[in-house]
């Protein structure tokens, strides 16, 4: 069988075009993009990646996890974390709220991590290897479009401070990836995983879309009530005290 790899790069080419083609990231590359849309999609980043890596460290050991993790090289809640203090200020917690969209998409990483960690391999390939392709290009766009300092400001996330070269890191990345000790059925379990996490990603930057051509911030500010990104356990806790017994680019 085909190194695996392979196999994601082969299997998941259709949505990777997909992905490519939204109209949100389309928009992104020619510069046509309003700040508060862009707050909106670092703000599912931030959700994202946060329970990403939450299962990450948990599997850290898991043998069909161990070799890809590289909390230093590629982590990105740290980063996203300035971003959002950046756009929000210091009490951006209190602000900010997880569409329905990216609350699906951190329940499925959260799924997985809990019961089919060695899926997680096809979240991080999906995320991690599309962040090192792109994040260059995106941040000179965002800092040109956006007006943003040259030195950073709102744009930690697509940097990545301890990769000196990102091809090299990511040939490494897929190297690893290809030692995995997977059997065949195993392998097409990730590449139909990662086909679910470009789905997952484009629902989310549909959502931001219309959320930011609807100009809806203000009205979702001035909600009592608000989504959080939380775990699937806490979910399933919550639903049983109401009703009582019975949390995207192929490289």
């Not at 329970?51 to 599997?59: G, I, P, Q, T, W």
């Not at 993790?69 to 740290?78: Q, S, T, V």
């Not at 499925?108 to 962040?131: C, F, K, N, S, W």
């Not at 379990?189 to 609807?214: D, T, W």
Request: charged share 30%.
């Amino acid at each position: 069988m085909a190194d695996l790899s392979e196999l994601l790069k082969e299997g998941t080419k259709e949505a990777h075009d997909r992905a490519e083609n939204t109209q949100f990231v389309k928009d992104f590359l020619k510069g046509n993009i309003r700040k508060e849309l862009f707050k909106l999609a670092t703000t599912a980043l931030y959700f994202t990646y946060s329970a990403l890596e939450e299962e990450m460290d948990s599997n850290k050991d898991h043998p069909a996890f161990a070799p890809l993790y590289f909390p230093m090289e590629l982590h990105r809640k740290e980063a996203l974390t300035k971003d959002m203090e950046y756009f929000f200020g210091e009490d951006w917690e209190k602000q900010v709220k997880c569409s329905e969209a990216t609350r699906k998409y951190v329940e499925r990483i959260h799924y997985v991590g809990q019961h089919e960690p060695e899926l997680l391999v096809a979240h991080a390939y999906t995320r991690y290897m599309g962040d090192l392709s792109g994040g260059q290009v995106l941040k000179k766009v965002a800092q040109r479009a956006l007006k943003l300092p040259s030195t950073g400001e709102g744009t930690q996330f697509y940097l990545f401070e301890n990769v000196d070269n990102a091809q090299q890191f990511k040939q490494f990345y897929r190297a690893r990836m290809n030692a995995l000790d997977l059997n065949p059925k195993t392998k097409e379990k990730i590449v139909e995983e990662a086909n679910k996490a470009f789905e997952y990603n484009m629902q989310v930057l549909r959502r931001a879309r219309q959320k930011g051509a609807s100009d809806s911030m203000s009205q979702s500010r001035a909600a009592p009530n608000r989504h959080r990104c939380i775990r699937t356990d806490e979910l399933q806790l919550a639903r049983e005290k109401v009703k009582g017994p019975n949390r995207p680019q192929r490289a």
